[in-house]
């Protein structure tokens, strides 16, 4: 679960991020990825999720769509994703 500002959100079953607003609602679906972290931030219209096969997935709030798809080096896990809240850093805490 990851909030900001008025958005949530929530991740179901592993492989589903639910995002939820006061004008919005959308589901992503991650077909065989399992989603181990996430994080929003309405100021930059972004959520980032991280996968359990070293992904770090970029969707758009404004579109319920996946942006961008970021393969880590390695067998590199993420754990946690913070989203700075001035200069919009994509910061990733990996194992």
Request: net charge positive.
């Amino acid at each position: 679960i990851s909030t900001s500002g008025k958005y949530i959100a929530v991740v179901s079953e592993e492989a589903t991020l639910f995002i939820k607003g006061p004008s919005l609602k959308y589901s992503i679906p991650f077909y065989g990825d399992s989603i181990c972290c996430c994080s929003i931030s309405d100021t930059f219209g972004i959520v980032i999720c991280g996968t359990n096969s070293g992904k770090i997935v970029i969707c758009s709030l404004s579109e319920g769509k996946i942006i961008n798809i970021l393969k880590l080096e390695g067998k590199i896990k993420p754990k946690k994703i913070l989203i700075t809240p001035s200069w919009g850093f994509i910061l990733v805490h990996a194992t």
